[in-house]
């Protein structure tokens, strides 16, 4: 069963920077592509960011665009979303999962909460 653990999410000002962590375990990593997704409350999990096994395409949503990098390490099946330019409207909590069909058991997530 995988399993995957979100870190790295915190309080910063607008225009600051985070990046977050995802650590993924139970699966062979380095096969499967793998997703950013944030949530608020009263509103539906999106995707914010995608990335294939290889590391070599990447695709992100319009709102993120240029601002948000995803990238992984498949030697440590750890995947990464540094977050730039960080706009209060970026106030969520972020979940890693496959793409492009997550596994029903999600992480607990990591608060991101940027202050403007």
């Known amino acids: 069963q995988v399993q995957l653990v979100e870190s790295g999410g915190g309080l910063v000002q607008a225009g600051g920077s985070l990046r977050l962590s995802c650590a993924v375990s139970g699966i062979a990593f380095k096969f499967y592509g793998m997703g950013w997704y944030r949530q608020t409350p009263g509103k539906q999990r999106e995707l914010v960011a995608h990335i294939n096994s290889g590391g070599t395409t990447n695709n992100y949503a319009d709102s993120v665009k240029g601002r948000f990098t995803i990238s992984r390490d498949n030697a440590k099946n750890t995947v990464y979303l540094q977050m730039n330019s960080l706009k209060p409207e970026d106030t969520a909590v972020y979940y890693c999962?496959?793409?492009?069909?997550?596994?029903?058991?999600w992480g607990q997530g990591t608060q991101v909460t940027v202050s403007s």
């Open positions: 999962n496959l793409y492009p069909v997550p596994r029903d058991s």
